[in-house]
Every structure is written in C-alpha cells, then in structure tokens.
C-alpha cells in the first residue's frame, strides 16, 4: 500500500491528480496539503475530503516541521510537487517571491523526504514527482522540444521552476532518490481559475464581453486537457523506479481557430440547454445570436511569438501512454462545465473565494 502526498491539492492541477488517484488506486491512502493562497480553491477538492482514504490540511510546504510531521506520521511513500504559486499580478517581476513560492517549497519537500525516507531503502517503494512546465524548455533546437531538450527559461516564473527542478536532480544523483518530471504544455479544463486564457474566453463569452485576439490571430498554443495531464502524472508516480523527465503535450491550435472553436461549443450548449439563457442574458447565445460576435481582432497589437513543435515521446515509447487526440470533445467538455458551475467562477472573480469555510484541518 503506498501513501501520497499531495503538494499543492487545492490548485487546479494539484485537485485533478487527487481526484485521479482517489479513483484509480483504490488502496492508497491520500494527504493533501495546500496553504490556499491566491491560486487555489478549497472547493476544488470538497468532493474528495471527506473520503475515508483521504486527509486534508491546510500547511505551507515551506514550514518543515509541518512536512516533516506528515511524512512520518502518514508514512509517506510518494510526495508529488505540484505546489508554485503562478498567480498573476503586480509580483512579476519580484524575483524574491518566485524563489521562495516555488524554490524553497521544493527545497523543503526534497530535504524531508530525504531525512525521513533515509531509513528506508530509496528503491522499495518512495518516488518524488516534480510537476514542472513546458516553457521552462524554452524555444528548443529549430523551435523544436524534446523530453531531452535542455532548460531555457524565458520568463521569471520559468526560471524558478528550472531551479527547483536543478534540486530534484541533484538530490536524485547525490542521494540516490526516486524521483521523476513531467512537463506539461498548457493544460485546461474545470476549475481553471479565469485569469488563463481559456477559461478567461469562456467566462467572457458567458458573460457577453469582447475577446480581443490580437494580430491576426496566428499565434500558436499547444493545449492538452488537465484529465490528461493528471493521468500521466498518475501513471508515472505509480512507477517503482527513477524515470527522470516526461513531458506531456496536447494539440497545437492557433488562437483565433481556438477562440472560434470555443464559442461554437457555448452555442452548441445554449441550444442543448434553452435554461442557461436565464443565467447568462447578457450572452450572443442566450439571444439566439453567434458567440463568434465577441471575437475582436486587435491589429495594434502584435504578438512577437515563436511558434513550437513538442516532439514529446518518452511516455508514449516508454509507458504506453495514449498520444493526445480529444481537443475538440475536451474543450466542450469544459465549456459545459463553466457554464454549470458561474457561482465557482465569479467567486474567484469577486475575491469571495477566499472567505469560503474549508473542509481541510490546519497544520499544526
């Protein structure tokens, strides 16, 4: 029987990979620590808290007397790191702050997963999962990425997240750990905060605002769906040995294609369901007109972007894991679930989320 924690369980892809091992490994037991900052919802994982396998606490990853007391005392076998704080506002350039959300969080998790699994054998079972990004791939070879492709951050974000994982792979050769990376592309889906670009055009689109698509609308994005992505990281953990880095991609669609692709989704919806006009009168939809109105081509302001092709395949050749192919059936899937769900997503936009009672016990 093995014994999860999960870093970071309250964030979009953190709670995705909690409800994926609820389901999928039927025996293991879950911890799932969040501080609930701005980046996570404890609504996220409301479904999941009260199951019998599962235990929820509010903790910093940074405090290591509150990690260390949960690798003991839950007998710990497999930390996944999903925890960074990726929120977007005036902190962009604070180089401090990406270092401690994300470096020292890391630093942390690593230290005592070592201090305590260092009376086990590192081979019988423990493993350490680092959830990284694409993007600190940066351009690649010839605009070309690999699962070998070297770090090359582009941004401050994307250079905390190359340090953190420049400390997994030192701790895996310096200490012999089990440990492995994933790298995802964009992911989307529910419970997606509505600062990112999908579910920011989706709730737009709901709400009968312009969409801006600036240039001509070619810039390219690859996408793959969160359930994807959570499974991957699933199937990877649930491995004995070290895999090092994995990365996980999805379709690649151009912007304006994709802005397209999601108000046919929402009309498709509103025709299925004559009920949401009532919650969204301010829709195209909702007055039988085209949600494709709301694309605003922007021609001001031009995106200078370097299109990228991910050549991803380790998972694939090494795990059997299926290539991404449901981009169009997936992004309907989530348009539904934003549109059954505006009272989640206005919360966040309100700030009113944060007040919200929690089912998680606190640390200490």
């Avoid at 960074?84 to 962009?92: I, K, M, S």
């Avoid at 680092?130 to 401050?156: H, Q, R, W």
Wanted: charged share 20%; hydrophobic share 40%.
């Amino acid at each position: 029987m093995s014994a999860y924690l999960i870093a970071g369980a309250a964030g979009f892809l953190g709670s995705q990979i909690a409800s994926r091992l609820v389901v999928a490994n039927s025996h293991d037991r879950l911890v799932l620590l969040d501080s609930l900052g701005p980046t996570s919802h404890s609504g996220n994982i409301d479904m999941i808290v009260d199951h019998d396998r599962v235990i929820s606490v509010v903790g910093d990853i940074r405090n290591a007397g509150v990690v260390n007391d949960l690798i003991r005392s839950h007998d710990i076998t497999h930390i996944v790191q999903c925890a960074a704080d990726a929120f977007v506002d005036g902190r962009a350039e604070d180089v401090g702050h990406w270092l401690d959300s994300n470096v020292v969080g890391t630093l942390t998790l690593l230290e005592a997963a070592k201090a305590n699994w260092s009376r086990k054998q590192y081979s019988h079972g423990t493993h350490f999962h680092y959830v990284s990004c694409a993007d600190i791939l940066g351009p690649g070879k010839d605009n070309s990425i690999d699962d070998f492709s070297p770090a090359a951050p582009e941004t401050l974000f994307a250079s905390a997240k190359a340090a953190a994982e420049a400390y997994v792979h030192g701790y895996t050769n310096r200490y012999k750990m089990v440990t492995s990376i994933s790298h995802p592309t964009n992911a989307f889906g529910p419970c997606q905060f509505p600062d990112k670009r999908i579910a920011a055009i989706i709730c737009a689109m709901l709400e009968g605002k312009r969409v801006p698509i600036y240039g001509n609308g070619d810039e390219q994005i690859n996408l793959v769906s969160v359930f994807t992505a959570a499974a991957a990281i699933v199937d990877i953990c649930s491995r004995r040995q070290s895999f090092g880095r994995y990365g996980i991609a999805g379709e690649t669609i151009n912007l304006r294609d994709l802005a397209g692709m999601i108000s046919s989704s929402i009309d498709m919806h509103f025709a299925e369901k004559p009920g949401l006009s009532n919650f969204f009168q301010r829709a195209p939809a909702a007055q039988n007109m085209s949600s494709r109105n709301l694309i605003t081509m922007v021609q001001d302001r031009r995106q200078n972007h370097r299109p990228r092709h991910y050549d991803f395949k380790r998972l694939h050749d090494e795990l059997g894991f299926p290539a991404y192919t449901s981009l169009s059936s997936d992004i309907h899937r989530t348009v539904g679930w934003y549109a059954a769900h505006p009272h989640w997503w206005r919360s966040i936009m309100d700030g009113s989320y944060r007040t919200k009672p929690v089912k998680m016990l606190m640390a200490g």
